[in-house]
T-cell receptor, first 113, second 115 residues
Framework: KQEVTQIPAALSVPEGENLVLNCSFTDSAIYNLQWFRQDPGKGLTSLLLIQSSQREQTSGRLNASLDKSSGRSTLYIAASQPGDSATYLCAVAVNQAGTALIFGKGTTLSVSS | DGGITQSPKYLFRKEGQNVTLSCEQNLNHDAMYWYRQDPGQGLRLIYYSQIVNDFQKGDIAEGYSVSREKKESFPLTVTSAQKNPTAFYLC??????????????FGSGTRLTVV
């Protein structure tokens, strides 16, 4: 059964620092991997979607990479800002009956000014 | 703007009462999903629907029911059989199941509390 793990569970950094969030999954048979942002008490906002045939995607200060063979993805945030403080979730789409998007438990990021 | 609308934002349920959470999308997506989020447990799939008039149980369907009579709507009923319904409920949709092409879009959530 596919499992998704995110490390670390929480991260605190000073403003301006570059940082990396990690996501690993146990089964490489995925359609895609999606990174989301969640602010407290809010829904999920999609940040980046990487198809299984792609290696990376970029949006502004965010860059996500995917190594399907090793079951790993990283989300790189450049020049972090206090507004980046949120929980970041990664999820994989799989073709298994009875399931859909499978999530990690998230990394809660705090950026101090 | 296209998107997913969940209502209400906050809902309070008395013991033994059934309540229904609304989810409407105007994205013309075929597939829709309900997830439950609890602190420390991440998101867990309750039900999903690949197409109108069809739906499938997810990991934690017991105590919940759904319907998909219209493409735009996928309401979730939390029945009295759900013993611990206090949680944050998120609705999502995708063009196709399981979100192979363009991924998933989520609503803003409904927080359900038992009183």
């Amino acid at each position: 059964k596919q499992e998704v793990t995110q490390i670390p569970a929480a991260l605190s950094v000073p403003e301006g620092e570059n940082l990396v969030l990690n996501c690993s999954f146990t089964d490489s048979a995925i359609y895609n991997l999606q990174w989301f942002r969640q602010d407290p008490g809010k829904g999920l906002t999609s940040l980046l979607l990487i198809q299984s045939s792609q290696r990376e995607q970029t949006s502004g200060r965010l860059n996500a990479s995917l190594d399907k063979s090793s079951g790993r993805s990283t989300l790189y945030i450049a020049a972090s800002q206090p507004g980046d403080s949120a929980t970041y979730l990664c999820a994989v789409a799989v073709n298994q009956a009875g399931t859909a998007l499978i999530f990690g438990k998230g990394t809660t990021l705090s950026v101090s000014s | 703007d296209g998107g997913i609308t969940q209502s209400p934002k906050y809902l309070f349920r008395k013991e033994g009462q059934n309540v229904t959470l609304s989810c409407e999308q105007n994205l013309n997506h075929d597939a829709m999903y309900w997830y439950r989020q609890d602190p420390g447990q991440g998101l867990r799939l309750i039900y999903y629907s690949q197409i109108v008039n069809d739906f499938q149980k997810g990991d934690i369907a017991e105590g919940y029911s759904v319907s998909r009579e219209k493409k735009e709507s996928f309401p979730l009923t939390v029945t009295s059989a759900q013993k611990n319904p206090t949680a944050f409920y998120l609705c999502a949709s995708s063009i196709d199941w399981p979100g192979q092409i363009y991924g998933y879009t989520f609503g803003s959530g409904t927080r359900l509390t038992v009183v």
